[in-house]
């Protein structure tokens, strides 16, 4: 049976999905805790990568080649960079780009040695999969799934599900100068975070199917400090965990 790697980048984003593994069983390779079990009678293996790409990259390694996962997805948080997007929404990755990688005058900006692109995409059957997936959800699932205080809070009502592109760096967006940089940077970012394109990058390098999803935590500016780790502990697992439900079962 196929085996499909679950990552996050921090335990938060995940731990309802943790909660609900069958036959839990830990390996810790690297300081990470690659849990494998059943999530709805599919074979997974679950693990927090921790914050970045460095940390992303070895993680992405360690599921292929010492656990051979068949497919990975990626679910987390992410800040959004356009005005079309609001927190609530959720962006399932096309494109990813590397905002921070720069070995210019040697190549373009953006481009990465040998691979000679500057964009990575996801898997087209992943992703479309995860869209239908978070689509049941927000269309259909949110509020049996999340409070109404929360929705409230967060003026959650009709929240959007993009497929589109994700850039991602070793930085905490917080600011609009930062934020608007990597906008006109870049084509069509609707979202920056701190691990996809690494993960990316590796899957592409190993040929492994990827899909990723990011559910927007904040607007990458200077209420993101507030708005993002509230987020993150309130309401993301909920989010991670309805919509891998969706596309496992
Ligand atoms: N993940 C969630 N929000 C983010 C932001 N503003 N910058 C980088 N990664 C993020």
Redesign the pocket.
Known sequence: MKKIGIMSAMVEEMNTLLEVLERDEVVTIGQREYHLGKLWDKDVVLVFSRWGKVAAASTTTTLITEFRVDEIIFT????AVDSNVSIGDVIVAENLFQHDFDASPFLLKHVLPLILKKEIPSNPIVRNKLFNASSDFVNNQIKDVISKNYLEDYSISKPKVLIGNIAS?D????DDAKRNEIKSSLDNVLA???EGAAVAQICYEFDVPLGVIRTI??D?NDN?IKD?PKFVYNVASQYSYQIIKNYLA
């Open positions: 987390g948080v992410a800040g760096g930085q905490f967006i917080k920056v975070e701190m935590s904040d990458a993101a993002f």
